[in-house]
């Protein structure tokens, strides 16, 4: 735990570096950072029921690439990446959010993890130290236990998406107007 702690901030403050090297001119322009996306945003009518299928086919097969690449001999190393990934990801947004917004982008950046992440963080959770666990002792993948932290980790991950299609939405339209007030 305390490797791949110290592993995240590291490749977080790697992101927050990174972002602060871009600079504010170019995070303007960035993405779902700029003023017209959060405008446009602030607007838009939203279907959950059109917004699943989307975020299911993005989110869904991402995670069984994770599962069968960490099946492999390299398995630890592809966790390990995609920790960095995410750390690295997190940092970069958190600061770009901070340089367009102020202290205002903190809260931004809450209506982007929230609430799926409330799931998503479980879901990794639980494949990273399962992972790292069975890795660690030898264990052999047919293994029930193993099995059914895969089939929980999934479902985690299910109503992730769920709540990013039917909740965040929402949640991130009132946070929106709460940073334009």
Not at 106 to 133: D, H, R, S, T
Request: proline share 3%; aromatic share 20%.
């Amino acid at each position: 735990m305390k490797k791949t702690t110290f592993l995240f901030f590291l490749v977080f403050l790697g992101g927050v570096i990174c972002a602060n090297l871009i600079g504010i001119a170019s995070g303007k322009e960035l993405g779902a950072m700029n003023e017209y996306f959060i405008n446009r945003y602030m607007y838009a009518d939203i279907q959950g029921r059109e917004l699943f299928p989307y975020l299911f086919y993005e989110r869904v097969p991402k995670f069984f690439l994770l599962v069968f690449l960490s099946i492999g001999i390299y398995g630890t190393l592809a966790a390990d990446i995609y920790i960095c990934y995410l750390g690295f990801s997190v940092g970069f947004l958190s600061v770009i959010a901070i340089m367009n917004y102020g202290m205002k982008g903190i809260l931004l950046m809450l209506g982007f993890f929230l609430p799926q992440w409330l799931f998503y963080i479980p879901a990794v959770l639980l494949w990273y130290y399962e992972l790292k666990y069975y890795k660690a002792r030898g264990k052999d993948w047919k293994h029930m236990k193993i099995a059914v932290s895969f089939l929980l980790a999934g479902m985690f991950l299910l109503l992730g998406v769920f709540l990013e299609s039917y909740v965040n939405p929402g949640f991130l339209q009132k946070i929106i107007r709460i940073i334009e007030s």
